[in-house]
């Protein structure tokens, strides 16, 4: 019997060295969040025989921690879009993934995703998700109801909106509360399983098996102590998540985001990423990252600035929530103070969660700059050039659309502490194996590394940039590319 005792992630098993296959099926796929499912669902349907394997007890992952949203539209729309008034094309949601994807977009995936989007939107429905028509306009990080379609993204802030035609996309589901990730996650999990499935959970996936022509045999997984090798006849899907909890790859690929000190995940240690790197797979965009504070609603509080610890602006604060904070996490120091004035200061029970407090007050904007201790006439230059163009509706220097710019000159005044070092920044990674839209890993050189797939955080897809992130984003391209990657396998012939 081949000892499997110390396989390892980093390290590949040679084929020729399996003296048994303790399992043998066509597809295997590691990890069971809305890729895994997806990945399962489109392979099983497709006539494969899938084994699933999930290091911990139960489905879900970090797609259960999510509010469930996905990032939806196109083909002139949603029916949810429809019924709001909103007409969404094609061209502008490729367009918007292109802009949002930073300097390293993947035209193929954005263009895939843009035409296939409404196809996907009934893919959902038909899986059992239920989406509500209905609108919320106000500004959230999600719905507290079971309402659906939101603004998730920048689409209406600069530079996005000078790019692509604004529509709000963030499809939530017809869940009660927040967190509507589990209910999700809840139907596909069940979908996977009636699709034929077989899940194998408390079972961590510990190497991959690779013939001499580095084509992916099988897995070595560990499952009650016992180690076990699995052939898989057509291929491995990795969708084991990002690596964000894994904090050693975070300082080694992404340092920037060790400034948050809230990782969001289950398990996402990076072993996904590490096993497709052991047959050479190559990864890209390591150095990117999602981190936010939740800052609004309420949606006043857009009309207010944001400033450094030397006092100046650094972003238009009508963006999304998460590019703010992509640009806080930038500035040297940290402190970061929200500033607001008596019309547009407001509270929420996010406000406690993210433990953002008022850190000064007053009646003037010197009281405010002298209480934080900033630089003589910094904070109130700032304000002062804000308010001058914001009477005019104009913010020439970040510009910040007209309908959430007010003069901040009726005290009593605030600054809201968003320190970094304080408040809830919460994070994962974006960074991940190179992949095709097919799922089919790439190496350095471009070429596919047969029997071998990603999806999920594991890969990395349309979300790839900290600045251009959108919630929904990754829901959607987890099970949209999991979905692609399970019908090239339910394709594939050993």
């Known amino acids: ?76 729309g949603t029916p949810i879009q429809h019924a709001a008034g909103f007409k969404d094309e094609t061209e502008d949601l490729y367009q918007y993934l292109m802009m949002t994807g930073g300097p390293n977009p993947d035209a193929a995936k954005a263009r895939l995703y843009a035409e296939g989007s409404l196809a996907h939107y009934h893919w959902l429905v038909a899986q059992g998700i239920e989406y509500k028509t209905s609108y919320i306009a106000e500004r959230c990080i999600e719905p507290s109801t079971d309402d659906c379609l939101i603004w998730s993204g920048s689409e209406e802030a600069w530079p996005f909106a000078s790019g692509a035609t604004p529509a709000p996309r963030g499809h939530c589901p017809k869940f009660l509360g927040m967190g509507g990730g589990k209910y999700v996650m809840a139907q596909l999990a069940q979908q996977a399983v009636a699709a034929g499935t077989e899940v194998h959970y408390n079972a961590r996936a510990m190497a991959l098996i690779v013939d001499h022509n580095r084509h992916v045999q099988g897995i070595a997984v560990k499952i009650d102590g016992k180690m076990l090798a699995v052939r898989a006849q057509r291929g491995v899907a990795l969708c084991a998540g990002g690596f964000i909890m894994n904090r050693d790859m975070v300082k080694r690929h992404a340092p920037l985001m060790l400034r948050s000190q809230y990782p969001l995940g289950t398990i996402d240690d990076g072993s996904g990423i590490r096993l497709g790197m052991s047959v050479g797979g190559a990864t890209i965009n390591m150095q990117e990252g999602f981190v936010t504070i939740p800052w609004y609603p309420p949606g006043s509080l857009v009309k207010g600035i944001f400033i450094n610890n030397q006092g100046q602006r650094f972003i238009n604060e009508d963006c999304y929530h998460g590019r703010v904070s992509h640009h806080a996490i930038q500035q040297a120091g940290d402190r970061i103070w929200l500033l607001q004035d008596h019309a547009t200061y407001a509270t929420s029970e996010m406000h406690a969660l993210a433990r953002m407090e008022i850190g000064a007050a007053g009646d003037s904007w010197e009281e405010i700059e002298r209480e934080l201790q900033l630089p003589h006439g910094a904070l109130v230059n700032t304000v002062s050039v804000y308010n001058e163009y914001a009477a005019q509706g104009d913010d020439p220097l970040f510009h910040k659309a007209a309908k959430w710019l007010k003069p901040l000159n009726e005290p009593p005044f605030v600054a809201i502490d968003c320190r970094i070092d304080h408040c809830f920044y919460a994070s994962f990674t974006l960074g991940g194996l190179d992949t095709l839209p097919t799922g089919e890993v790439r190496d350095e050189d471009g070429a596919i590394i047969r029997g071998l797939f990603a999806a999920g955080r594991t890969a990395c897809g349309l979300p790839r940039s900290g600045a251009g992130y959108s919630s929904g984003l990754s829901l959607a391209d987890a099970s949209f590319f999991g979905r692609q990657a399970g019908i090239q396998l339910a394709n594939t012939r050993s």
Request: aromatic share 6%; proline share 1%; with cysteine.
């Open 1 to 76: 019997m081949t000892d499997l005792s110390n396989a390892s992630p980093g390290c590949a098993i040679a084929a020729a060295d399996i003296t048994r296959w303790d399992l043998e099926t066509d597809v295997v796929v590691v990890g069971f969040g809305a890729a895994g499912a997806s990945t399962a669902i489109e392979a099983a349907r497709g006539g494969a025989r899938v084994m699933l394997f999930e290091a911990a007890s139960d489905s879900g992952g970090t797609s259960a921690l999510s509010g469930g949203e996905m990032y939806l539209g196109g083909s002139g």
